[in-house]
Nanobody, 124 residues
């Protein structure tokens, strides 16, 4: 079992930045691709970004490409999501997830473990 705990969310003005963290316990993350998803109010959960086991490969949703950066520190069992140039439409609960696949994927069903989420609110 892998337990994932997100942190770093909060209220920020448009144009601002946040850094989300996802810390794992129970098992090392070395053998898991990691992803970030988000669920805006009243909408379905959507893919944001993902990173492979070793961090060499990443994938991003078009809506966040060039604004968000996903990274990981396997020694700390932690995955990060840097959110830059935030927009009100980025407001959502952000979730991290772990997949046994050795490649970044946007497919929700590929992820085996999920965190509880952290709220990001961007004011205009």
């Amino acid at each position: 079992q892998v337990q994932l705990v997100e942190s770093g969310g909060g209220l920020v003005q448009a144009g601002g930045s946040l850094r989300l963290s996802c810390e794992a316990s129970g098992r090392t993350l070395n053998n898991y691709a990691m992803g970030w998803f988000r669920q805006p109010p009243g909408k379905e959960r959507e893919f944001v970004a993902a990173i492979s086991w070793g961090g060499a490969s990443t994938a991003y949703a078009d809506s966040v490409r060039d604004r968000y950066i996903i990274s990981r520190d396997n020694a700390k069992n932690t995955v990060y999501l840097q959110l830059n140039s935030l927009k009100p439409e980025d407001t959502a609960v952000y979730y991290c997830a772990a997949s046994p696949l050795n490649r970044p994927t946007s497919v929700v069903g590929a992820y085996r473990y999920w965190g509880q989420g952290t709220q990001v609110t961007v004011s205009s």
